[in-house]
Each structure stands twice: as C-alpha cells, then as structure tokens.
C-alpha cells in the first residue's frame, strides 16, 4: 500500500539525512520527491508513484525544454526491478525504510543516471546511438515524439551542428507526427500539456532563425526554471546554469 503523503514526505526527508548532503526533498504534496541538490541541465530525482503500492522510481529529465510525464521517459528506473551488479542481496522495494530509500538513490545515479550530468557527453552518445539506429534503418521507428526531441534539445543546447541544420531540426520537432505527450507527471492540465510544450518548440523555432545565441539560451534558462518551480524548488535553490560553448560557432 502507497505511503501518505505525509508519511513519504518524511521517509525522503530522513533518506535525505543519510545521503549526507547533494540531496533535498522538494515538492509537496504527492509531487514530493527526493531531489539532488544544485540541478544544472539534468534533474534528478526519487519519488513515489501514483500507484495503490506507491513503489519507488528514480527519474533524470533534461531541463532545456518541458519534460515528459513519467519515469519511463528519458533514464527511468523503477525501484523495484533495480538491480545492482555484485550486489544480489540489495533489493528496493520497502518504501517505508528511509535506509532503502536513500540506498537507492544511491546506486541509481551512480550506475544509470549521475554520468548524464555531463551534458557535452551526452550529447556525444545521443549522436551515436543516432548514427547507429540510421545505419540500421531504425531512424523513423525510434526518433520521433519524445526521443526527437530530447536528441534536437540536445544538439541545439550544445551547438552540435550548423546554424542551418539546427533550424531545420527544429522544424522536424514541430512537424513530427507523433508530437504529442503528455506533461510532467501525468499532468495533462494546459500549464503543462502538449498545448504548452508545442508553443515551446514554436518559441525555440522563432528564435533560432535569427540566428541570436542569447534568445535562445534565454528561453533555455527561463524553461528551467518554470520546471525547477513546478517542482517545488524555491528560488534560493536554483542556481544561474552553466551554458556549454558552442560545438560548431554560430
């Protein structure tokens, strides 16, 4: 049976003790969570599912556009089918133990989801595994809604490509048939929905074609924000980001 809202807020609150610091709870209500402290372009987080058994799931979303529903979106880790190599005798499906909680948040960002706060990286492997499902003819079936996004959000935060190709990128995103999703936690009310993430990319569109850095990573740091808010962070946690230099000068 799902915890509390009450009761999870302070198994995270406890579970955040015994991290020894880098983690906070943020949110309230059923959005609390487990988060780690000082979000740069991932946000990472541990939270309790909307479930009749309240499992756990550890979820990192990339913070330069509205991020998806659901843990199954980019890096998603369901607690209870988490495993750690060597490691059998761990399993992390009490809710109710802080010391479990803490645990896995441990060992989900350590082996699934910490190494994405290297944003360059990242987008360095995107680009393979793009490059890898073209070759194989998988391009159509897997870059579209969602996943189109995250790997143009990608390039367009690092200038991986010339002005021109990112432009069109863009385009791709707005155009692309299965466009829609839902919004971040299964919240599909217009602050949060696809009405909202489509005026994003349209916003991004307008102000790529000019071809002016500044308007985008405006819109980039101001999405982070919104997002940090919604999810409960206060402004005294959010720090200014850290905005890559451009792969390919502009």
Not at 143 to 158: E, F, M, P
Not at 185 to 197: C, F, I, K, P
Request: hydrophobic residues 40%.
């Amino acid at each position: 049976m799902a915890l509390t809202v009450k009761q999870w807020r302070e198994v995270a609150s406890e579970a955040a003790v015994l991290m020894g610091g880098g983690w906070e709870v943020a949110g309230k209500g059923s959005s609390t969570s487990l988060m780690r402290s000082d979000p740069q372009w991932w946000m990472q987080f541990v939270y309790q599912e909307k479930t009749s058994n309240g499992d756990m799931a550890a979820y990192q979303g990339l913070l330069s556009y509205p991020l998806p529903s659901t843990q199954s979106g980019v890096g998603g880790v369901p607690g209870d089918q988490f495993k750690v190599p060597d490691h059998p005798e761990l399993r992390f499906r009490d809710v109710r133990d802080p010391k479990v909680v803490a645990e896995f948040a441990k060992w989900a960002s350590l082996l699934k989801l910490h190494d994405q706060y290297d944003v360059l990286g990242v987008r360095e492997a995107s680009e393979k595994r793009y490059i890898a499902h073209c070759v194989g003819g998988r391009e159509s079936l897997i870059y579209r809604g969602i996943t189109l996004q995250h790997l143009v959000s990608l390039r367009v935060l690092c200038g991986s490509r010339p002005l021109p190709d990112l432009v069109a990128d863009v385009r791709r995103v707005i155009d692309d048939g299965r466009f829609g999703t839902y919004g971040i936690w299964g919240d599909r009310t217009s602050d949060h929905g696809e009405a909202r993430l489509r005026a994003y990319w349209e916003d991004l569109y307008a102000r790529i074609q000019t071809g002016d850095r500044q308007l985008v990573e405006e819109l980039f740091a101001q999405t982070r924000v919104d997002t940090l808010k919604w999810f409960g962070l206060s402004d005294a946690q959010i720090t200014d980001p850290v905005f890559p230099e451009l792969e390919v000068p502009w």
